[in-house]
């Protein structure tokens, strides 16, 4: 098995937990895992991406240059991104802040939604990126719901890990 996904938004999104999260959950299952932050030196609203790979073998680097997903949640993500996926490659589209219409491959497999509203109706619009998480493993398989829990309680400090039950439900509204 071996899968790799780069994750993209703007900071202050909470990009690079979600790829903490699914790092860690590989992790949990026994998995090779590599997770590469990348984030610009504003605190919040400047790029901010990462890299995971998730491998039943040894990683060679954890640098991708062509990844089989991505999971976008700003239009400066998307544009910079979207050229690099691999045909029939998974494309996950916040169409909260990224309009459908500016996504210019027709080759890859599109899920969009607009994680943002949805995490609001949920009444918490910081559960967007929980959402997209869930998402990205349930199309994907990549690991388990209950190895996500363990990735959050990982990745999450201890004064946040009392959001885990919230955070878990996002994932599973995701899913």
């Known amino acids: 098995m071996y ?11 909470g990009i690079l937990l979600i790829g903490n999260i699914i790092a860690e959950a590989a992790l949990a299952e026994g998995r ?11 605190m919040r609203g400047g ?28 239009t400066r993500a998307r544009a910079l991104f979207e050229p690099k996926v691999l045909p029939d490659g998974l494309l996950i ?8 219409s500016e996504v210019e491959r027709k080759d890859l ?3 969009a ?11 918490n619009a910081r559960l967007a990126n929980m959402i997209a998480l869930g998402l990205y493993a349930g199309k994907t398989g990549v690991v388990k ?18 959001f885990i039950p919230q955070n878990m439900e996002a994932v599973m509204k995701g899913i």
């Open 32 to 42: 090779n895992v590599t997770f590469l932050p990348s984030y610009g030196v504003e």
């Open 145 to 162: 719901p209950g190895s996500l829990e363990q990735g959050m309680e990982q990745a999450l400090s201890d004064r946040n890990r009392k």
């Open 109 to 111: 497999r599109l899920m």
């Open 47 to 74: 790029n901010a991406n990462c890299t995971v790979v998730i491998s039943d073998q040894e990683i060679g680097s954890p640098s991708i240059n062509t990844p089989q997903a991505l999971i976008a949640m700003s």
């Open 3 to 13: 899968q790799d996904v780069i994750i993209a938004g703007d900071g202050g999104q």
């Open 93 to 100: 589209l916040n169409t909260s802040l990224v309009p459908e």
């Open 113 to 123: 939604h607009a994680f943002n509203e949805i995490a609001s109706e949920m009444g």
